[in-house]
């Protein structure tokens, strides 16, 4: 008989795990890697470098308008390999459950998982299972890694910038976390927004055929503020940014001035800053406007050789300021 909820002897490792992992997991994420239930996955052997990743997602609500924390797991990986210029080939995924969360919440994160790998062409090949005492968590978990492949002549680090390099964002900022705090704080907005969590590596593959690519991030916590500060410092070159060239949801822009917040520190979970040679930025800004994750790319500043480690922000008032990086928590648990 099935249960409702997740009691814990689903993590105790005997008959309700081996069910748990056969009718949920194993269900929904089946390949011929996951399928041996091996204690590990046993995987070809790569022909070029490979590119090794992990994280953790504890956000609240698990649910959110466009995503939920399963879509989340999968997509923060794939696209902290994509950055790195790394094809996204396998994934682990580990459950922490707390006792009582409704199977049906389970099962549908779990869809959500194996329809997003699918999505990204990612496959899910392990994974594991832990059931804490109730209260001692909130209600679900996730650790994720990632391996994938990173073809000979992609090289990119922020060492690479040069003073006039073209800086890009593939589109409007400060999506995922508006709409995460809406939904828990039952915020309404005058629009539907809903989070722009979504695998980049389509995209990120599109603007590395373009050439002259220097170095890519994908803004998460911290916003794009923060992301283009640690570029600055990490390759000891400025930056200089047009605020009106930033695109900017209007349902964000307008909670963020009624909660006192700055878009340019709000997290997004679809979006990457590209920096890429001044010869070839009208063509990787092409290659995103062809793509579905980069419709709303705009090219927003450039590199400069004055002021190097620090962003300076040209405002829409035509006045200049140094964009510091992101202290304390703007939104928690939000990814």
């Avoid at 399928?35 to 996955?41: E, I, K, R, V």
């Avoid at 400069?304 to 035509?318: C, E, I, M, N």
Wanted: hydrophobic residues 45%; contains cysteine; glycine residues 10%.
């Amino acid at each position: 008989m099935k249960r409702e909820t997740i009691l814990l002897a689903h993590g105790s490792g005997g008959r309700l795990t081996h069910d748990l992992i056969r009718d949920v997991f194993q269900r929904a994420l089946s390949n011929p890697f996951l399928d041996d239930l091996g204690d590990a996955a046993i995987l070809p052997p790569p022909s070029v470098r490979i590119a090794f990743t992990t994280d953790s997602y504890v956000i609240r609500p698990i649910f959110f308008p466009g995503g939920d924390i399963g879509k989340l797991a999968v997509c923060g990986t794939v696209n902290d390999l994509s950055m790195v210029g790394a094809r996204p080939l396998y994934l682990s995924i580990g459950f922490i459950l707390e006792e009582g969360l409704p199977f049906a919440d389970l099962e549908r994160i779990v869809k959500s998982v194996a329809e997003t790998a699918r999505d990204a062409g990612v496959q899910v090949v392990a994974g594991d299972t832990k059931v804490v005492d109730k209260g001692s968590a909130d209600r679900v978990f996730i650790n994720t890694a990632g391996v994938g492949l990173i073809e000979d002549h992609v090289s990119l680090s922020p060492s690479h910038i040069r003073p006039g390099d073209a800086v890009l964002v593939s589109g409007t900022v400060g999506d995922h976390g508006i709409a995460v705090m809406a939904q828990r704080e039952g915020l309404a907005l005058s629009t539907s927004l809903v989070s722009d969590c979504a695998p980049l590596n389509g995209l990120a593959q599109a603007i590395l055929t373009c050439g002259g690519v220097r170095v890519m991030r994908d803004p998460t916590r911290g916003g794009l503020a923060t992301t283009l500060v640690e570029l600055a410092q990490a390759g000891d070159v400025g930056l200089e940014i047009e605020e009106s060239a930033v695109p900017v949801n209007e349902a964000v822009r307008g909670a963020c001035e009624l909660l006192g917040l700055d878009p340019l520190y709000v997290a997004n979970e679809g979006k990457l800053v590209a920096i890429v040679a001044a010869e070839a930025a009208e063509a990787a800004l092409a290659a995103m406007h062809a793509h579905p994750l980069g419709r709303n790319a705009r090219i927003i500043g450039r590199a400069s050789q004055a002021h190097p480690g620090r962003v300076v922000l040209k405002t829409v008032l035509g006045v200049s300021r140094v964009v510091e990086m992101l202290t304390g928590e703007q939104l928690p648990r939000i990814c």
